[in-house]
């Protein structure tokens, strides 16, 4: 099938929420490392990485390698037998997730591994209210939906009752006008008040990202975590850490992006880059509170050998290429280009983000919300063969979270391609 009858067969039979980038949407047909290729045969850098999906990029040989052999081996086995590539990647989930975590609950996505946090800590807690963040993500299940803290990810009035949201530790847009660091982070010490005031008091739990990804890469000052979650441990609530964007190595240095930010979780979540493209969702935690799941519970496809073994080859290549470290000096590298855009170009209002997890939120005058502009940087780099992300409330930030194997020249391959599509605005 040529490009046209795809765009068309897709129109024709999948949902309409199934929406796609650019005008023209893009039918890929294959990758390769950092490039993807379309049905045409023309080359793209991906600096987008499926949604941070492709850790280590597209196609790697050795990830290749784990899951043939695993297929050759056997496919699917479900949790009613025991396979070694699920145990082998839970012990090692164990070794390099922060503090005391120990078990891990194995499921497909990221939505999943957050439901099964969340109903988790009700469980362990016997208490039902959760606090979340405005701005936040965590997928398409009703709990997920609810606990989102964004209107454009919520559909059909969900909700399930208990969920409240603190304000986001958003600094570029405070809620309180204020600035930092003389606000003495008012947004993290607000959530004492958001407990008294509209909760029992008594919650069970607190979910956040490290870095809030589909809200626009918010990236919280660094005392914030400390403040907020000791505020949640003395009303008796646990802290679930959703690293399904900031897990894997994408913040830089570490596995897990809540690591820079000096707490630890009592539950984490992954999903997305963990398998580089194979479906997988895991939700860790201590044995004592990973006890408190009463009855079986049963998920298909969790915990399957190929995305275990998939999962597994790609911590060691993480590992053994020293790619955390990479996210660190390329991703330091790309936040100075950005920077220099901003300097460029005033379209530019904020760049934010840690590692290879970058972004720059456009506006127009007083800081108002500018997604055209950002939409016209997707299609003019989209021309340029380079591929980026969208994300934020109001749809105007950009986001870049390429595979943690990009080099130094790919970024000044980008920055070029940027600066080209800014200019056009
Ligand atoms: C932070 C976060 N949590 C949860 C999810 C849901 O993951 P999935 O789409 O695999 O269900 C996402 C997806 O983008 C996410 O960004």
Known sequence: ?????????????????????????????????????????????????????MSIGHGHPKVTAAIMAQLQKVAYTSTLYVNEPQVKLAEKLAQITPGQLKKTYFTNSGTEADETALVLSRLYTGRQEIVALRHAYHGRSMMSMTTAGLSTWKHGGSYVPGVVHAVAPYCYRCPFKLEYPSCNLECA???????????????????????????????????????VVA?????GGLFICDEVQTGWGRTSEK????????VKPDIMTFAKGMANGTPIGATITTPE??????KTTFSTFGGNPVSCAAALATIE????????????VVGNYLRSRLEELKEKYPVIGDVR???LMQAMECVAENKAPHPKAALKVLEETKKRGRLIGIAGL????????????????????????????????
């Open 1 to 53: 099938m040529v490009s046209e009858e795809i765009i068309q067969k897709q129109k024709e039979y999948l949902w309409a929420c199934v929406s796609t980038y650019y005008e023209r949407p893009l039918v890929v047909e294959r990758g390769q490392g950092m490039y993807l290729y379309d049905a045409e045969g023309k080359q793209y850098l991906d600096y987008f990485g499926g949604v941070k999906v």
């Open 317 to 328: 290549v993480i590992e053994t290429e020293n790619l955390m470290h990479n996210a660190k």
């Open 231 to 235: 505020i949640i441990r003395k009303h």
């Open 353 to 355: 983000g840690m590692g």
């Open 394 to 425: 109001y749809g105007n930030v950009i986001r870049i979270s390429p595979p943690l194997i990009v080099t130094k020249d790919q970024i000044d391959e980008l920055g070029d391609a940027l600066d080209a599509a800014f200019a056009t605005i």
């Open 189 to 227: 010490k607000d959530v004492e008040e958001l407990i008294q005031t509209t909760t029992t008091g008594e919650i069970a739990a607190f979910i956040a990202e490290p870095i809030l990804g589909a809200g626009g890469y918010i990236t919280p000052p660094k005392e914030y975590f400390q403040e």
């Open 255 to 262: 596995w897990c992006g809540i690591e820079h930010w000096g």
């Open 289 to 294: 509170i990973a006890d408190a799941y009463p």
